[in-house]
């Protein structure tokens, strides 16, 4: 099992930059890929990035693709989201999730999940 507790998330302008964290606790955080969901106001919880357990893979959404990047430092059992060029729809609470194997973009297929951290950019 595997806790999951993001940060970052704060208020910036269209054009910034953010870096979201996620600090993993718990065994074998090197066995389990992660990935990064967000879910606007009225909206479904939708894949952001992924990345597998290694860190040698990563996987976007093209509507990110470009702009953000995912990471991840298993010394520090923690996983990373830069986001760059943010724009107003980028605004979410968006989520880090871990699973066995392989990231997929099906958020129901992560047994594990943060809390959220608010990510809101003004126009």
């Known amino acids: 099992q595997v806790q999951l507790v993001e940060s970052g998330g704060r208020l910036v302008q269209t054009g910034d930059s953010l870096r979201l964290s996620c600090a993993a606790s718990?065994?074998?955080?090197?066995?389990?890929?992660m990935g990064w969901f967000r879910q606007a106001p009225g909206k479904e919880r939708e894949f952001a990035a992924g990345?597998?357990?290694?860190?040698?893979?990563?996987y976007y959404a093209d509507s990110v693709k470009g702009r953000f990047t995912i990471s991840r430092d298993n010394a520090k059992n923690t996983v990373y989201l830069q986001m760059n060029s943010l724009k107003p729809e980028d605004t979410a609470v968006y989520y880090c999730?871990?699973?066995?194997?392989?990231?997929?973009?099906?958020?129901?297929?992560?047994?594990?999940w943060g809390q959220g951290t608010q990510v809101t950019v003004s126009s």
């Open positions: 999730a871990a699973r066995p194997i392989a990231p997929v973009t099906l958020p129901t297929r992560y047994p594990y």
């Open positions: 718990g065994r074998s955080f090197s066995s389990y890929a």
């Open positions: 990345i597998s357990s290694s860190g040698g893979s990563s």
